[in-house]
């Protein structure tokens, strides 16, 4: 594999970077992306470091790592993470480097810088000395840890091998897609799940058009409907239905009192059956 390193096109890019957002570079987690003159341009071969969940690139002229489905290359005192072995690279702040990133021995820098000379090549490099306390106090026991509760490593995306050269996808919204569909790794780093994340575009609001009204403005509400008046009380006697007897009119009197006057007899209907008489002595003559 073939790492080509431009100092004058890494400097152009960090130059441009920190100029525009010098403070978006130190506090947020991962800043946009950027070419930082680094090319691999066929997937690299990577080996395990012995007792880390991280692999290095033996063959790179460059400091190029794999940790947690990510990418690291360590460049003019920065860190660079991709999910892609070619980039586009991201600048990630001192503060939220994973620390097994940070803790992988001296070794296995294949591009050491001069200030690491001096340092033990089976130990960190001292970031605490040469970062300053400010950092040290930031990220408190960075260099100490359980090494029985090492996590393992995530796998390697060997379905990267597939995109050499030109086939290579260089549009980030490709390479996400590419990885959603081949790699399968849950990342235990936020920097990681930074990376990993797609966000859904919003979708546009309908804006309505707003039609100008001519003359006083009218309510569009629907009025209730109006209500039927509801009938007068009926005063005095109901109509009285065909076939109905008359009701008494007035209050009812003895015969004899003063302004009674006695009703009429009621007419009684001849009873169809004949006496006894007629019926044992027979008709009359």
Known sequence: MAIVNHPRVRSLGLALLLGLAPAAA?????????????NVPSYPTLVAVPGYPVYYAPQASANYFFYDGLYWVYVDDNWYASSWYNGPWALTSRDHVPLFVLRIPVRYYRHPPPYFSGWRVDAPPRWDEHWGPDWAQRRPGWDRWDRSKTPAAAPLPRYQQKYPGDRYPSAVEQQREILQQNYRHTPREA???????????EAPRRVEPVVPQRGPARDDRIAPAPQRPAPPAQVGPRPQKPGQPRPQVGPACEPGEP?????KPARVAPSRQQPDEEK??????
């Open 191 to 201: 920097v990681t799940r930074e990376h990993f994340r797609v966000v859904a575009p």
């Open 280 to 285: 044992n002595n027979g008709p009359r003559r």
């Open 259 to 263: 302004g009674c006057r006695p009703g």
């Open 26 to 38: 130190v506090q947020a987690q991962v800043s946009v992306g950027i070419h930082i003159g680094v």
